[in-house]
């Protein structure tokens, strides 16, 4: 997940988030969960187009493009 700390819709989202974190990062997972703080790591932000917070970006092992999405946002 891509946010800020004063979004307040990342705040919202953010147990949700780290109790899904939780059940998917184990050391037999073929998936990870991870949040960039894009105050902190704007580079980083900027490099994925990250234009509103939060933002969800699934990359494929080893990559470093997302996979596209291209279904609706409900």
Known sequence: MFSAPWCRHCK????IWSELAELVNTQDSK????QVDCT???????????TGYPSLLYFHKNSFSPVEYKGTRD
């Open 31 to 34: 998936f990870a969960i991870a």
């Open 12 to 15: 919202e989202f953010q147990p």
């Open 40 to 50: 902190k790591h704007s580079k980083l932000c900027h490099e994925n187009d990250i």
